[in-house]
């Protein structure tokens, strides 16, 4: 049985879910192909949402079901000749659903792991899907409600091309297809307010700048204020409007993430061919970073469960670091940092994979951490033998951990200073799941840094052959 091969097409299926029957259903198709049930079924809030190939009487096994509930682990029963499975699809310790098997076999520790792993992934997915549904509504109801204001509010590019527009504003640019070219010379104005006269009606203006995705918009809302007499109510209403612009403003920066807007102008517009590319790389890297969250997510999951175990094998240490510079080697040109390694041959049993995980996060940090403004920018890598331990020596000369982030880098999510660290995307797990592997192999992480100079990180594992 190909596990990787399995779970890449459990992770294909459940991606191309529009639903969360869909969902169930490839689910419930994946673990066909590791253990063959007779039955099968999905509740959610104690009803059966879905169920193949008929339907399984859950009444005598009610008591298993709450207790499961309780445990949030999964479990399997014996039932006559047969066995009752019982998988909880949990996220952060919350209960979403309950999976229910009725199989002759009871799997082994490895398919009991995998179905976990299904079940954990299927509850991300519901949740995004529902979501995803939410922001749909989200925005739905956003443009009833920017459509039912009686003001014309305009979103532009930094070239001043219109990118979304109102009711309101259609009316506005169909009675005065001039205001076009006014708009284009509106965003380079220094005034963020204008008073302007368009086919014998008068609007107040105002434009208000902000960054989207790494772009410059603009949103520039028409009041008409024709009929208004009251110099207070005006200043009163430009002072409701200019808050609610605000509003507006920051709504577009939440995250209705840079795939979904490139996505879109590659479904709707004509562009090159390079900027095709530009698009694709940018949506293939932010694919990356969720790819990255998720793997982050899984090992979390592992970590809050206690069940990350490790797989023991004999390797050169030494050659797991070079493969690990050389995977970092395109970050390190693009951040200018030089890394150097110092390491003779060294043969050690451990679990090779987390490992190298470890060791690639923190490197990885060093170069995403790098200090910009230093000319000179290094990693330095070296493996010394102490006693009985191994020690694995990063250091860098990067921006460096105050003293009292420093007390905090290990806790889960924790990100430090965001005056330094918000230009680096990251969950805030990797140092966590870092201090896990090492801890799993009967080790320990030392830290010293010093604000503006560097950073580092010394893993200490016990020394076996």
């Known amino acids: 049985m190909n596990l990787d091969l399995l779970f890449s097409s459990f992770m294909h299926e459940i991606g191309k879910a529009t639903s969360e029957m869909e969902v169930y259903k490839a689910l419930l198709n994946s673990v066909k192909s590791v253990l063959n049930y007779e ?6 809030e104690d009803k059966i949402v879905y ?94 409600v920017l459509n039912s204001i009686n003001e014309g509010i ?4 930094e070239n001043g091309r219109i990118e979304f527009l109102n009711d309101f504003a259609k009316e506005i640019l169909d009675s005065a297809p001039h205001i076009n070219e006014f708009l284009k010379s509106a965003i380079n104005d220094e005034r963020k307010i204008l008073t302007k006269e368009f086919n014998n009606h008068y609007y107040t203006i105002v434009k208000v700048k902000f960054n989207f995705s790494n772009e410059t918009k603009y949103v520039v809302t028409f009041n008409n ?26 709504e577009l920066r939440t995250p209705l ?14 562009v090159d061919r390079e900027s095709q590319r530009e698009f694709l790389e940018t949506v293939y890297e932010q694919s990356e970073r ?54 003779e041959s060294i043969s050690i049993s451990a679990d090779k994979r987390r490992i190298k995980q470890a060791i690639h996060n923190l490197v990885d940090n060093s170069i995403k951490f790098s200090d910009k403004s230093k000319e000179e920018r290094y990693v330095n890598i070296s493996v010394e033998k102490k006693e009985e ?77």
């Open 225 to 250: 204020v024709t009929y208004e007499i009251e110099l207070e109510k005006l200043k009163q209403l430009d002072k409701m409007k200019t808050e609610f612009v605000a509003n507006i403003s920051h």
């Open 290 to 343: 969720l790819e990255s969250l998720l793997n982050d997510l899984l090992d979390f999951t592992l970590i809050e469960s206690g069940t990350m175990e490790l797989e023991y094998s004999e390797f050169d240490l030494c050659e797991l670091i070079k493969e690990v510079v050389e995977n970092l080697k395109q970050l390190a040109e693009k951040y200018k940092v030089k890394i150097n390694v110092s390491c």
């Open 154 to 157: 305009f979103v532009l590019n």
């Open 39 to 44: 039955k099968a079924l999905v509740m959610k």
């Open 257 to 270: 993430t840079a795939i979904k807007a490139y996505t879109e102008t590659l479904l709707n517009m004509e």
């Open 51 to 144: 169920y193949e190939p008929e339907m399984l009487d859950i009444q005598k096994f009610e008591d298993y079901i709450a207790w499961i509930k309780q445990r949030l682990l999964p479990a399997f029963f014996s039932e006559e000749d047969k066995f009752i499975g019982i998988i909880p699809i949990v996220k952060q310790n919350k209960l979403l659903g309950v999976i229910l098997l009725l199989t002759k076999n009871e799997p082994n520790n490895e398919i009991l792991n995998l179905l976990q792993t299904f079940a954990f992934l299927t509850g991300v997915t519901v949740e995004n899907l529902i979501l995803v549904d939410q922001i749909k509504k989200s925005e739905k109801f956003m443009s009833d």
């Open 389 to 465: 331990n191994l020690s694995i020596i990063i250091e860098d000369n990067g921006i460096g951990i105050s003293q009292e982030d420093k007390e905090k880098i290990f806790e889960k999510f924790y990100r430090g200073d965001r005056s330094l660290t918000y230009e680096v995307p990251g969950t805030g797990l990797g140092l966590t799941i870092v201090q896990e592997i090492i801890k799993l192999h009967g080790g320990k992480i030392n830290v010293n840094s010093t604000l503006g100079e560097g950073t580092t990180f010394e893993l200490v594992i016990p020394y076996r052959k």
